[in-house]
């Protein structure tokens, strides 16, 4: 098991990865579907943050994915 903050190492090292919330496990499976669809909202807020998006129609369509209340200030991912 390997704790890191930088999703770039889990995409890159493991076949299982795990999200967790204030010390507890919310979500755990094989790697490529809990970064691609997780089924925990603070997962998926987790990545939407997260990941880079440079195409600036791709970025707005994101940041609207996420919730009302936590979306990013105008400008920002």
Known sequence: MLA???LAVVDGLADRAGV???DRL???GD???VMTAPSEDCA???FLA???VPDPVKRA???AERPAGRRAEAGTL
Do not use: G
């Open 61 to 63: 369509e994101r940041q």
């Open 20 to 22: 967790l919330r204030h």
């Open 44 to 46: 998926r807020e987790l």
């Open 50 to 52: 997260t990941s880079p």
């Open 31 to 33: 790697q490529q579907t």
């Open 4 to 6: 890191v903050h930088d």
């Open 26 to 28: 919310v979500e755990y």
